[in-house]
C-alpha cells in the first residue's frame, strides 16, 4: 500500500496524481474553464450546472492535490488559477517524446516512398 511517499521504482509518482486528476471529465472541463482566466468557484459552479457546489469543489480539491489548481482568497471570493507546470511535466516526459519518435517514423516512410516512388 502505498503512503503517499515517492516509490524509488515509479520515478513518475509525482506524475501519477496528475494522471489520476485528469482521468474525470468534469475535471478536465473545469482545467478548460481555467485555461484562459481565473475563475471564482461560484463561476465555475454555474458553468458546470447542474453539479452542485459540493461536487464542483471535490473535483477542485483533486485538482489542488494534483498541483494543478492554486486556489487564491480575496474577501469572500475564491479564486482558481490553472498551474500549468504539472501538465508541461506530462508534455515533456511523454508526449513529446513519443510525437518526436512518430515523426521520424513518418520522416523515414517519406523518404521510402520518395526513393522507391518513379518520378
Given amino acids: 500500500m502505498s503512503d503517499g511517499r515517492a516509490e524509488p521504482d515509479n520515478p513518475d509518482q509525482d506524475l501519477d496524481e496528475v494522471f489520476k486528476a485528469l482521468a474525470s471529465p468534469t475535471r478536465r472541463r473545469l482545467l478548460d474553464l481555467l485555461k484562459d482566466q481565473a475563475r471564482t468557484t461560484g463561476d465555475l459552479c454555474e458553468r458546470l450546472a447542474p453539479l452542485d457546489r459540493t461536487t464542483v469543489l471535490q473535483h477542485l480539491r483533486v485538482l489542488e492535490a494534483a498541483g494543478l489548481v492554486i486556489a487564491q482568497r480575496k474577501g ?14 506530462i508534455h515533456d516526459r511523454w508526449i513529446g ?5 512518430a515523426v521520424d517514423k513518418l520522416a523515414a516512410l517519406k523518404s521510402t516512398l520518395e526513393r522507391s516512388t518513379p518520378r
Avoid: F, T
Fill in 76 to 89: 469572500r471570493e475564491r479564486w482558481n488559477h490553472l498551474d500549468p507546470l504539472p501538465i508541461k511535466r
Fill in 97 to 101: 517524446a513519443y510525437a518526436s519518435a
